[in-house]
Protein backbone atom coordinates (compact mmCIF):
# COMPACT_ATOMS: atom_id res chain seq x y z
CA UNK A 1 0.00 0.00 0.00
CA UNK A 2 3.24 2.49 -0.07
CA UNK A 3 2.66 3.77 3.18
CA UNK A 4 4.72 4.87 5.92
CA UNK A 5 4.93 5.68 9.78
CA UNK A 6 3.61 8.85 10.12
CA UNK A 7 6.19 9.44 13.24
CA UNK A 8 9.90 9.97 12.23
CA UNK A 9 13.17 8.00 13.32
CA UNK A 10 15.69 9.96 14.61
CA UNK A 11 18.77 7.71 12.79
CA UNK A 12 17.05 8.83 9.41
CA UNK A 13 16.17 12.19 10.35
CA UNK A 14 19.69 13.23 11.92
CA UNK A 15 21.46 11.18 8.97
CA UNK A 16 19.25 13.32 6.19
CA UNK A 17 20.62 16.41 8.16
CA UNK A 18 24.08 15.45 7.95
CA UNK A 19 23.61 14.91 4.78
CA UNK A 20 22.26 18.01 3.66
CA UNK A 21 25.18 19.64 5.08
CA UNK A 22 27.90 17.67 3.28
CA UNK A 23 25.95 18.47 -0.26
CA UNK A 24 26.18 21.99 -0.04
CA UNK A 25 29.69 21.90 1.07
CA UNK A 26 30.47 19.52 -2.04
CA UNK A 27 28.78 22.56 -3.64
CA UNK A 28 31.23 25.09 -2.45
CA UNK A 29 29.39 25.81 1.05
CA UNK A 30 31.73 26.27 3.53
CA UNK A 31 31.37 23.77 6.49
CA UNK A 32 30.43 26.58 9.25
CA UNK A 33 28.09 28.02 6.58
CA UNK A 34 26.49 24.44 5.52
CA UNK A 35 25.54 23.69 9.17
CA UNK A 36 24.25 27.27 9.97
CA UNK A 37 22.05 27.12 7.52
CA UNK A 38 20.99 23.67 7.57
CA UNK A 39 20.76 23.80 11.34
CA UNK A 40 17.97 27.14 10.84
CA UNK A 41 15.82 25.41 8.72
CA UNK A 42 15.87 22.11 10.83
CA UNK A 43 14.58 24.05 13.89
CA UNK A 44 12.38 26.36 11.72
CA UNK A 45 10.88 22.74 10.77
CA UNK A 46 10.65 21.73 14.34
CA UNK A 47 8.93 24.93 15.26
CA UNK A 48 6.15 24.43 12.74
CA UNK A 49 6.01 20.57 13.02
CA UNK A 50 2.30 19.77 14.13
CA UNK A 51 3.33 16.50 15.30
CA UNK A 52 4.61 16.51 19.00
CA UNK A 53 7.05 12.93 18.48
CA UNK A 54 8.46 14.72 15.17
CA UNK A 55 8.85 18.24 16.76
CA UNK A 56 11.27 16.25 19.29
CA UNK A 57 12.48 13.71 17.20
CA UNK A 58 13.95 17.00 14.65
CA UNK A 59 15.26 18.82 17.67
CA UNK A 60 17.13 15.67 18.96
CA UNK A 61 18.29 15.85 15.50
CA UNK A 62 19.99 19.46 15.58
CA UNK A 63 21.02 18.46 19.43
CA UNK A 64 23.14 15.69 17.74
CA UNK A 65 24.77 18.37 15.10
CA UNK A 66 25.39 20.99 17.69
CA UNK A 67 27.28 17.66 19.67
CA UNK A 68 29.30 17.56 16.53
CA UNK A 69 29.54 20.83 15.01
CA UNK A 70 33.03 22.31 16.46
CA UNK A 71 34.86 18.91 15.17
CA UNK A 72 32.87 18.88 11.72
CA UNK A 73 34.85 22.80 11.35
CA UNK A 74 38.09 20.63 12.13
CA UNK A 75 37.24 18.29 8.98
CA UNK A 76 39.05 18.00 5.89
CA UNK A 77 38.46 15.90 2.63
CA UNK A 78 41.92 13.96 2.40
CA UNK A 79 40.73 12.57 -1.33
CA UNK A 80 42.30 14.30 -4.31
CA UNK A 81 40.41 14.63 -7.32
CA UNK A 82 40.73 16.02 -10.64
CA UNK A 83 37.21 16.31 -10.92
CA UNK A 84 35.21 16.61 -7.32
CA UNK A 85 32.18 16.56 -8.13
CA UNK A 86 30.44 15.15 -11.72
CA UNK A 87 27.45 14.79 -9.31
CA UNK A 88 26.22 15.19 -5.81
CA UNK A 89 22.57 13.76 -5.15
CA UNK A 90 21.50 13.13 -8.43
CA UNK A 91 18.73 10.06 -7.96
CA UNK A 92 19.19 7.36 -11.05
CA UNK A 93 17.25 4.24 -12.18
CA UNK A 94 19.28 1.20 -13.65
CA UNK A 95 17.56 -1.73 -15.19
CA UNK A 96 18.41 -4.27 -12.36
CA UNK A 97 17.27 -7.02 -14.26
CA UNK A 98 14.40 -7.44 -16.86
CA UNK A 99 11.47 -5.86 -15.31
CA UNK A 100 13.56 -4.59 -12.44
CA UNK A 101 14.67 -1.37 -11.86
CA UNK A 102 17.22 -0.41 -9.20
CA UNK A 103 16.85 3.73 -7.54
CA UNK A 104 19.18 5.46 -5.87
CA UNK A 105 20.51 8.83 -5.43
CA UNK A 106 24.56 9.06 -4.39
CA UNK A 107 25.86 11.34 -1.86
CA UNK A 108 28.56 12.70 -4.64
CA UNK A 109 30.67 11.46 -7.69
CA UNK A 110 33.97 12.79 -8.31
CA UNK A 111 36.53 11.38 -10.81
CA UNK A 112 40.16 10.68 -9.00
CA UNK A 113 43.02 9.13 -10.53
CA UNK A 114 40.93 9.18 -13.72
CA UNK A 115 38.25 5.91 -12.09
CA UNK A 116 34.93 6.76 -11.07
CA UNK A 117 34.37 6.87 -7.17
CA UNK A 118 31.13 7.20 -5.04
CA UNK A 119 31.82 9.46 -2.40
CA UNK A 120 29.63 7.93 0.72
CA UNK A 121 28.81 10.40 4.05
CA UNK A 122 27.64 7.91 6.75
CA UNK A 123 26.77 8.40 10.22
CA UNK A 124 27.97 5.60 12.57
CA UNK A 125 26.54 5.35 15.84
CA UNK A 126 28.64 6.31 18.92
CA UNK A 127 30.00 2.73 19.70
CA UNK A 128 30.44 1.77 15.52
CA UNK A 129 33.95 0.61 14.73
CA UNK A 130 35.41 2.22 11.87
CA UNK A 131 37.08 -0.95 11.05
CA UNK A 132 34.44 -3.29 11.23
CA UNK A 133 32.10 -0.90 9.24
CA UNK A 134 34.43 -0.97 6.46
CA UNK A 135 35.10 -4.53 6.36
CA UNK A 136 31.41 -5.76 6.01
CA UNK A 137 31.22 -3.41 3.42
CA UNK A 138 32.86 -5.05 1.16
CA UNK A 139 29.42 -7.30 0.73
CA UNK A 140 27.73 -4.31 0.66
CA UNK A 141 24.64 -4.34 -1.34
CA UNK A 142 24.21 -0.96 -1.75
CA UNK A 143 27.65 -0.03 -2.62
CA UNK A 144 28.10 -3.03 -5.02
CA UNK A 145 24.63 -2.30 -6.79
CA UNK A 146 25.72 1.81 -7.10
CA UNK A 147 28.57 1.03 -8.86
CA UNK A 148 26.97 -1.09 -11.52
CA UNK A 149 24.85 1.62 -12.04
CA UNK A 150 27.42 4.52 -12.71
CA UNK A 151 29.56 2.26 -14.53
CA UNK A 152 26.65 2.29 -16.66
CA UNK A 153 25.89 5.76 -16.52
CA UNK A 154 29.67 6.88 -17.03
CA UNK A 155 31.20 4.07 -19.40
CA UNK A 156 34.00 6.89 -20.37
CA UNK A 157 35.36 6.68 -17.05
CA UNK A 158 37.57 3.10 -15.61
CA UNK A 159 35.67 1.85 -11.90
CA UNK A 160 37.27 2.77 -8.56
CA UNK A 161 34.80 2.26 -6.20
CA UNK A 162 33.45 3.40 -3.09
CA UNK A 163 35.54 6.42 -1.20
CA UNK A 164 33.68 6.35 2.42
CA UNK A 165 33.37 9.49 4.82
CA UNK A 166 32.44 8.04 7.70
CA UNK A 167 31.73 9.86 10.88
CA UNK A 168 30.83 8.91 14.69
CA UNK A 169 28.00 10.43 16.41
CA UNK A 170 30.15 10.89 19.63
CA UNK A 171 30.04 14.35 21.55
CA UNK A 172 33.46 16.14 20.61
CA UNK A 173 33.84 18.05 24.05
CA UNK A 174 32.80 16.40 26.81
CA UNK A 175 32.84 18.46 30.10
CA UNK A 176 33.80 17.19 33.41
CA UNK A 177 33.33 19.26 36.47
CA UNK A 178 33.99 22.91 35.87
CA UNK A 179 37.89 22.67 35.12
CA UNK A 180 38.52 19.57 33.10
CA UNK A 181 37.16 18.64 30.14
CA UNK A 182 37.64 15.68 27.79
CA UNK A 183 38.31 16.02 23.80
CA UNK A 184 37.93 12.84 21.31
CA UNK A 185 41.00 13.20 18.67
CA UNK A 186 40.24 13.70 15.01
CA UNK A 187 40.71 9.89 14.46
CA UNK A 188 38.10 8.93 17.02
CA UNK A 189 35.45 11.37 15.32
CA UNK A 190 36.57 11.12 11.34
CA UNK A 191 37.77 8.09 8.87
CA UNK A 192 38.05 8.66 5.16
CA UNK A 193 38.61 4.54 3.32
CA UNK A 194 38.58 4.11 -0.18
CA UNK A 195 37.10 0.36 -0.70
CA UNK A 196 38.09 -0.79 -4.56
CA UNK A 197 35.38 -2.43 -6.43
CA UNK A 198 35.78 -4.72 -9.80
CA UNK A 199 32.58 -4.70 -11.73
CA UNK A 200 34.93 -8.13 -12.58
CA UNK A 201 35.43 -9.53 -9.66
CA UNK A 202 33.85 -12.89 -8.69
CA UNK A 203 33.43 -11.14 -5.23
CA UNK A 204 30.85 -8.33 -7.18
CA UNK A 205 29.14 -11.29 -9.21
CA UNK A 206 28.21 -12.83 -6.38
CA UNK A 207 26.82 -9.69 -4.28
CA UNK A 208 24.81 -8.86 -7.87
CA UNK A 209 23.47 -12.64 -7.95
CA UNK A 210 22.47 -12.38 -4.10
CA UNK A 211 20.31 -9.01 -5.00
CA UNK A 212 18.43 -10.71 -8.27
CA UNK A 213 17.98 -14.04 -6.08
CA UNK A 214 16.44 -11.93 -3.34
CA UNK A 215 14.69 -9.87 -6.31
CA UNK A 216 13.29 -12.75 -7.69
CA UNK A 217 11.79 -13.62 -4.04
CA UNK A 218 10.17 -10.55 -3.80
CA UNK A 219 8.15 -10.82 -6.95
CA UNK A 220 7.53 -14.53 -5.78
CA UNK A 221 5.64 -13.01 -3.36
CA UNK A 222 4.34 -10.50 -5.03
CA UNK A 223 2.85 -12.71 -7.70
CA UNK A 224 1.35 -15.09 -5.08
CA UNK A 225 -0.40 -11.95 -3.49
CA UNK A 226 -2.17 -11.09 -6.43
CA UNK A 227 -3.22 -14.65 -7.46
CA UNK A 228 -4.33 -15.82 -4.48
CA UNK A 229 -3.94 -12.95 -1.40
CA UNK A 230 -1.38 -15.02 0.59
CA UNK A 231 0.53 -12.43 2.72
CA UNK A 232 4.36 -13.68 2.98
CA UNK A 233 5.68 -14.00 6.73
CA UNK A 234 7.12 -10.71 7.98
CA UNK A 235 10.49 -9.94 9.08
CA UNK A 236 9.93 -10.54 13.32
CA UNK A 237 13.68 -8.94 13.38
CA UNK A 238 11.99 -5.55 13.37
CA UNK A 239 9.42 -5.51 15.50
CA UNK A 240 11.46 -3.92 18.09
CA UNK A 241 11.78 -1.07 15.71
CA UNK A 242 15.50 0.87 15.40
CA UNK A 243 16.83 0.28 18.82
CA UNK A 244 14.85 -3.25 19.54
CA UNK A 245 13.33 -0.84 22.78
CA UNK A 246 9.63 0.40 21.14
CA UNK A 247 7.08 -1.91 19.15
CA UNK A 248 7.41 -0.82 15.75
CA UNK A 249 4.28 0.49 14.22
CA UNK A 250 4.58 -2.33 11.75
CA UNK A 251 4.02 -4.70 14.63
CA UNK A 252 0.97 -2.95 16.00
CA UNK A 253 -0.57 -3.55 12.45
CA UNK A 254 0.23 -7.24 12.56
CA UNK A 255 -1.40 -7.39 16.15
CA UNK A 256 -4.61 -5.50 15.21
CA UNK A 257 -3.70 -2.43 17.15
CA UNK A 258 -4.06 -0.30 14.15
CA UNK A 259 -4.58 -0.35 10.76
CA UNK A 260 -2.17 0.24 8.05
CA UNK A 261 -4.42 3.05 6.47
CA UNK A 262 -4.90 5.04 9.26
CA UNK A 263 -3.60 8.10 8.68
CA UNK A 264 -3.13 8.90 12.47
CA UNK A 265 -0.04 6.67 12.26
CA UNK A 266 0.98 5.92 8.80
CA UNK A 267 1.29 8.89 5.35
CA UNK A 268 1.84 7.93 1.66
CA UNK A 269 5.69 7.12 0.87
CA UNK A 270 7.98 9.77 0.24
CA UNK A 271 9.97 8.97 -3.05
CA UNK A 272 13.33 10.13 -2.06
CA UNK A 273 14.97 9.01 -5.48
CA UNK A 274 11.79 10.86 -7.68
CA UNK A 275 13.88 12.52 -10.47
CA UNK A 276 13.28 16.57 -11.39
CA UNK A 277 12.21 17.56 -15.17
CA UNK A 278 16.19 19.07 -15.30
CA UNK A 279 17.59 15.13 -14.70
Known sequence: MNREPLNASLPLTFGSLIHRVFEDTSKGLSMKDSIACHRAAAYSMAMNELNPHNMTVVLKAIETLDDLTEALLLW?????????CLEVEVPFEFELMPGVLLRGRPDRVGIMDGMLWHVQHKALAAGTHFGIYTDLAQRSYHEHSYMEALAW???????????????????????????????????????????SISLDSPLHEHVMTSICQHVTGMQRQREMWNVVRHVPAPNEAANGGYFHNKPDEYFKVLTGQIQLDDDRYFRARVDTYAQSEEE
Open 76 to 84: KDTYTFEIP
Open 153 to 195: KYPQYRVGGTLFDLIRKLKYRTYVGKRNEKVKTYEEMFMQFPM
